[in-house]
């Protein structure tokens, strides 16, 4: 799956750690675990899936209003972002809603 086939998921967070909690669980744990199936490795004594492991191009932003112009940006690129992890509460601007 090429960068253009890739899940594509915007973070919106003030946190900027919570922006490196994604980039860990969707990019590295993910990049780990496939390429511990190619070598057919086992987790938890259980064989990993050869292929079928969706990739993930992450991106980020800390406000509502760069959230958005990301947005319509991916949008007018035909590239729209397939899920996005919002923060409610994002002090001072805009919020997540």
Request: glycine letters at 8%; proline letters at 8%; charged letters at 25%.
């Amino acid at each position: 799956m090429s960068d253009k086939e890739s899940v594509r998921i915007i973070s919106i967070d003030d946190t900027p750690e919570m922006h490196e909690v994604y980039q860990k669980i969707l990019i590295s744990d993910v990049a780990t675990a496939r390429q511990m199936a190619g070598a057919g490795a086992e987790i938890e004594g259980r064989p990993m899936p050869p292929a079928g492991l969706p990739t993930f191009a992450l991106n980020c932003a800390s406000q509502g209003q760069e959230a958005l112009e990301m947005v319509i940006q991916a949008r007018r690129a035909g590239r729209p972002y397939a899920v996005a992890f919002v923060d409610m509460r994002m002090p001072p601007g805009w919020d997540g809603i």
